[in-house]
């Protein structure tokens, strides 16, 4: 029995130690002027601080990877999430959406903040400064109620 534990630490450590060499990009792609949320809708300062700690990592071209995005099976975990919340809303190409897509992903930041959805709560674990606090999920929706009018109004 022992020598079969042994054998699977061995294997798994391996495993582990051949994984370190699979890197992931942490390259942000470029943000083109005109393209980014602050083009299409007024974000005031407050809101822009909200943006900025708990959604820009996940949400944008400006994600800032931490220590552990270097480590696997840790940092394929963190790319899977960053290509599926760009791939979802992406504030750096938010002006490349149509006005339909815009007004509704404005209503969904109410509805996933006010719904403890988002920030994730994986990425809470371990980035607890990004926990929205009520005045600030407050401060979010009446921002994204104003601003999707604002969208849906224009001609």
């Known amino acids: 029995m022992i020598k079969f534990v042994k054998i699977i630490f061995i294997v798994a450590a391996v495993l582990f130690i051949a994984a370190q060499f699979y890197r992931i990009d942490q390259r942000n792609t470029p943000i083109v002027a005109g393209e980014t949320i602050e083009d299409v809708v007024a974000v005031p300062a407050d809101v822009t601080q909200i943006l900025s700690v708990s959604c820009n990592d996940c949400h944008s071209n400006k994600t800032a990877y931490p220590w552990y995005s270097n480590i696997s099976p840790f940092s394929i975990f963190l790319e899977d999430h960053i290509l599926e919340g760009r791939m979802e809303m992406n504030m750096s190409k938010f002006a490349t959406y149509s006005k339909e897509k815009q007004t509704k992903l404005l209503e969904e930041i109410c509805e996933e903040t006010t719904g403890r ?29 104003t601003a999707a009018s604002d969208v849906a109004s224009r001609n």
Do not use: N, V
């Open 117 to 145: 959805t988002m920030p994730l709560p994986s990425y809470l674990w371990i980035h607890r400064y990004a926990e929205l606090t009520e005045s600030q999920i407050g401060a979010l929706c009446d921002w994204t109620k």
